[in-house]
């Protein structure tokens, strides 16, 4: 999981997740947490490296901000959607979310080759 607080969330969230939904503690002690590389700087240097993609087995050369790309597409989306209603807003939002991820999908061949 790629978090830019990770390293003062993951604190205490294996004793938050024990109070809320114990059934999940064995799985979020699994979860890898880093830090994502553009929020990197902003950290202490003892997190940047603890927290690092670069330095955790198995992630090779991911940046961890792929969840920050589709922020300016998406935002726009608030000009057209602020005055729908609440059913209208959610399902403009999910066509658009929908329709980012088929494309995600349909380009992620040119990637892998």
Wanted: proline share 3%; hydrophobic share 40%; glycine share 6%.
């Amino acid at each position: 999981m790629s978090y830019d607080v990770v390293c003062s969330y993951i604190c205490h969230i294996v004793q938050r997740m024990a109070k809320s939904h114990p059934h999940l503690v064995s799985m979020v002690q699994d979860v890898k947490m880093l830090l994502p590389k553009l929020h990197m700087h902003a950290h202490q240097e003892m997190c940047q490296v603890v927290y690092a993609f670069c330095y955790a087995r198995g992630f090779g050369l991911t940046h961890g901000e792929g969840v920050e790309t589709p922020w300016a597409e998406l935002n726009i989306a608030g000009l057209s959607t602020r005055e729908m209603t609440a059913g209208a807003r959610h399902d403009a939002l999910n066509s658009l979310f929908s329709y980012w991820n088929w494309r995600k999908t349909v380009n992620m061949g040119r990637s892998l080759t």
